[in-house]
């Protein structure tokens, strides 16, 4: 039975729970899209997003008292914003489910770097994890945007482009297109904090690209073309015959030698 190195299972395990985290971000950013403030999207956002906390920790190897606690707070989050929906008004909704996204965003980051740092390699699950927490960026600044718009409800204008006050989706069109400094101008920010997030995130966008990513994607490469050059001279050696040993002369039998029969007679 051929048994898998230890650093391969690691590595597969990394590649499909990161794949998992992506696969788990692109239905919030669809959920959030299609749902909008229909009733139970912010719950089903945050819920999922507590669903990924505690497969980011299971992967990190934590133990069963943090997994536990991570649970817990995530669980508690969920259910924080599900009271709030239905028992408080549509502001307080709305700034509480920001605040939650935030906080699980900021936690699942946090996890994201501390798998990644332990590693000491670019790998497919570096990138992986790259991505996932340049969505993850997108969905904090779209939920402090959320905070802000409900601080902001009923007195200055938030964002220009949208119908009343802004939703969730308008949000995190709005946050995608800053990030990717795409700038269409349908959506502008009107008051002093939206121009706040816009600038700061617009910043935090580039510099990931040119230094993060651009630093990961190097290192993938460079990582790839050693193991390659690694692989060649093996094969090189494997394939190439080694020196012809030297023949070893019979040894000479010690003591008296043996008389001839012609000698005997």
């Not at 740092?117 to 340049?134: I, K, N």
Request: glycine share 10%.
């Amino acid at each position: 039975m051929i048994r898998t190195p230890p650093r391969a299972v690691h590595l597969r395990a990394r590649v499909q729970a990161f794949l998992a985290l992506l696969v788990g971000l692109l239905f919030i950013y669809t959920t959030i899209i299609l749902l909008g403030e229909q009733p139970g999207a912010a719950t089903t956002k945050v819920a999922v997003l507590g669903a990924l906390l505690v497969g980011a920790a299971w992967t990190r190897r934590s133990n069963n008292r943090r997994l536990v606690v991570v649970a817990a707070a995530g669980g508690i989050i969920a259910l924080a914003v599900l009271l709030v929906s239905v028992a408080g008004s549509s502001r307080v909704a709305f700034g509480v489910s920001g605040a939650a996204v935030v906080v699980l965003c900021v936690a699942m980051i946090w996890m994201i770097v501390s798998i990644l740092v332990a590693v000491h390699r670019v790998d497919v699950s570096t990138v992986l994890g790259v991505l996932c927490t340049y969505l993850l960026i997108a969905l904090i600044f779209a939920a402090l945007g959320q905070v802000a718009a409900s601080f902001q409800y009923g007195q200055d204008e938030y964002v220009r482009g949208v119908d009343g006050p802004p939703s969730a989706s308008d949000l995190l069109y709005l946050s995608v297109i800053t990030l990717c400094t795409v700038g269409y101008g349908d959506i502008t920010p009107v008051s002093g904090l939206a121009r706040a997030l816009v600038v700061m995130e617009s910043l935090i966008g580039q510099l990931y690209l040119v230094s993060i990513v651009a630093a990961v994607i190097g290192g993938w490469r460079v990582g790839d073309a050693a193991r390659a050059e690694r692989a060649k001279r093996i094969d090189h050696a494997a394939r190439e015959p080694g020196p012809t040993p030297r023949r070893r002369r019979p040894l000479r039998r010690s003591g008296p030698r043996r008389a001839s029969p012609d000698r005997r007679a």
